[in-house]
């Protein structure tokens, strides 16, 4: 049974119809109280009880539901016997605040068919606005400067040329302290979840020499 109670401030308004689900579908207040009267037991008394609020017996059944609310109010409720679910998410807006980092410019005029319509500033999302390739970087023993810092790149690909392996890393990075080791023809891509916007360096082994070029995409 689906029904909707017209209540009066402050006074219980009863539903006299036994089943095993009560839900409510629709309230014009932010929250009610309801009272279940279950048979050969103790009554249950919710407070604070919001729309999409759903009850049910494991076992036996309620005889009467009563409801009350602060003001005058419409109370849409749905009352029944069967095991049923009921899904409220449907035509509802979300409202969310976003924190850290702050603000997100978002605005939905990307995206098409294929894949999410959403455009946000400065993650992989986003629309890439160009793409370098740069002049191979002489790497040595000694510390070398690959690529420069910058907040605005997405996306990072380093290969090595050789004719050496070459570790990559951040700044004070040695061979002694490598994890990214590229022989040579290898390619190391470092995307949006990594650190493609940081700073990068190269160095080799003692007496080894290794030649790194590198392709930038940038949002």
């Not at 119809?17 to 309801?34: D, K, P, Q, W, Y």
């Not at 509802?92 to 005029?109: E, G, H, M, R």
């Not at 629309?127 to 400067?145: F, L, M, N, R, Y």
Request: hydrophobic letters at 45%; aromatic letters at 6%.
């Amino acid at each position: 049974m689906q029904t909707t109670i017209n209540t009066t401030a402050g006074i219980w308004s009863r539903v006299q119809t036994h089943g095993r689900v009560f839900t409510i579908t629709s309230l014009s207040v932010a929250s009610c109280e309801v009272r279940i009267v279950i048979p050969g037991a103790n009554d249950e008394e919710l407070t604070a009880v919001m729309r999409g609020f759903k009850a049910r017996m494991v076992a036996g059944h309620f005889q009467e539901v009563l409801v009350r609310t602060s003001v005058d109010a419409a109370v849409g409720i749905i009352i029944s016997d069967n095991e049923i679910d009921l899904n409220f998410s449907e035509g509802t807006a979300v409202n969310a605040t976003i924190v850290a980092p702050l603000p997100l410019p978002v605005s939905n005029d990307r995206g098409g068919a294929v894949g999410t319509p959403m455009y946000v500033t400065g993650v992989a999302s986003s629309a890439a606005t160009s793409s370098v390739d740069a002049a191979a970087v002489a790497c040595s023993s000694v510390i070398a400067a690959i690529a420069v810092a910058d907040a605005t790149r997405r996306q990072i690909t380093f290969t090595n040329l050789g004719p050496d392996p070459v570790t990559i890393g951040s700044a004070g990075h040695t061979w002694a302290k490598r994890c990214i080791v590229l022989a040579i023809g290898d390619t190391w891509v470092e995307e949006a979840n990594g650190g493609p916007n940081l700073a990068w360096y190269g160095i080799c082994d003692a007496a080894k020499t290794a030649s790194v070029t590198t392709k930038t995409v940038i949002s």
